[in-house]
């Protein structure tokens, strides 16, 4: 079992930058992929961005391309999500997942193939 938790989330200012972390512990030795996503009020949830356990690939949704940066620090068992010039559209509850890929370099962009979630964090970007 793995256990994810974020933090890092608050309101903030059209413009404005925020970093999330989400910190895994329990089978942290296995090669977890890592992946953030968010969900806003009335809306089904969305990929933001996933990251390879090796750290070496990331993929990102469109609407957060050139703003938002993933990254990872394994000795740390810490995921982060750097989010600049943010939006009022990007208001929503952000959750971090873990998946077990095959490979340590496997992104994972489905919701449905990560295996443990966090229990989110709500951003909150005012205009």
């Known amino acids: 079992q793995v256990q994810v938790v974020e933090s890092g989330g608050g309101l903030v200012q059209t413009g404005g930058s925020l970093r999330l972390s989400c910190a895994a512990s329990g089978r942290t030795s296995s090669t977890y992929a890592m992946g953030w996503f968010r969900q806003a009020p009335g809306k089904e949830p969305e990929f933001v961005a996933a990251?390879?356990?090796?750290?070496?690939?990331?993929n990102y949704a469109d609407s957060v391309k050139g703003r938002f940066t993933i990254s990872r620090d394994n000795a740390k068992n810490t995921v982060y999500l750097q989010m600049n010039s943010l939006k009022p559209e990007d208001t929503a509850v952000y959750y971090c997942a873990a998946a077990t890929p095959l490979s340590s370099i496997v992104i994972v962009t489905t919701r449905s193939l990560y295996d443990y979630w966090g229990q989110g964090t709500q951003v909150t970007v005012s205009s």
């Open positions: 990251i390879s356990w090796s750290g070496g690939n990331t």
